[in-house]
């Protein structure tokens, strides 16, 4: 596609519950971003994948976050045992190139814990 | 966490005047900064970065300036329009790691 879709748009779930959110990066990206971004705030940086590296989790709230990255291409972010406070928009981003140089991000997933 | 800028104001201007929206970021080693434009609902858009071997860029109504001495970043917007309303944010690449870090931003309100 022309650019980053994310996938739910919306998610509503109930506490304690595992949710996935996807992304589909613009093709040809090595670089791949996930922000969490709370009401009214900053965007929080969850992790970084760049091509085949290992990649920097140290923004990961807890062990109950997770992410991969499958085939160099489309993201996946878990969170399990899901709580409220992990409501917010979670949004995914792209670059060609590591850095995040010209780094295009997608609508995002709102997601909503009750 | 990590963090670029702190706060979450607000800067409110007529239409037609120029803006000016600034950002204090926390890394001397950072190497590149980014402006985005995030409307309601939306994700953050790319509005022009900068590397830090420079000190000044140019877009199309847009001028970004860069003191290192300070750590300080600013967007400048010429003749700013209702469509420029939204949250803007700055962020930095964290040097050695390729992480883009933001801030909270900064809101931007025209009125006719």
């Known amino acids: 596609g022309a650019g980053v879709s994310q996938s739910p748009s919306n998610k509503v779930t109930e506490k304690g519950k595992d949710v996935e959110l996807r992304c589909d990066p613009i093709?040809?990206?090595?670089?791949l971003y996930w922000y969490r971004q709370s009401l009214g705030q900053g965007l929080e940086f969850l992790i970084y994948?760049?091509?085949?590296?290992?990649?920097?989790k140290s923004g990961l709230p807890s062990d109950r976050f997770s992410a991969e990255r499958t085939g160099g291409s489309v993201s996946t972010l878990t969170i399990q045992r899901t709580q409220q406070e992990d409501s917010a928009v979670y949004l995914c981003a792209s670059s060609l190139v590591p850095g995040g140089v010209e780094a295009f991000f997608g609508q995002g997933t709102r997601l909503t814990v009750v | 966490g990590e963090s670029v800028g702190l706060h979450l104001p607000t800067l409110s201007v007529q239409e037609g005047d120029n803006s000016i929206i600034n950002c204090a970021y926390s890394n001397s080693a950072s190497d590149y900064f980014i402006w985005y434009k995030q409307e309601s609902g939306k994700g953050p858009q790319f509005i022009i970065d900068?590397?830090?071997?420079?000190d000044k860029r140019q877009g199309q109504r847009v001028t970004v300036l860069l003191n290192k001495t300070v750590k300080h970043l600013s967007l400048q917007i010429a003749a700013t329009q209702p469509g420029d309303s939204a949250v803007y944010f700055c962020a930095e690449n964290m040097g050695n790691t390729d992480k883009l870090i933001f801030g909270t931003g900064t809101r931007l309100q025209v009125f006719p």
């Open positions: 994948f760049q091509g085949n590296s290992a990649p920097d």
């Open positions: 900068i590397r830090s071997n420079m």
């Open positions: 093709s040809g990206h090595t670089a």
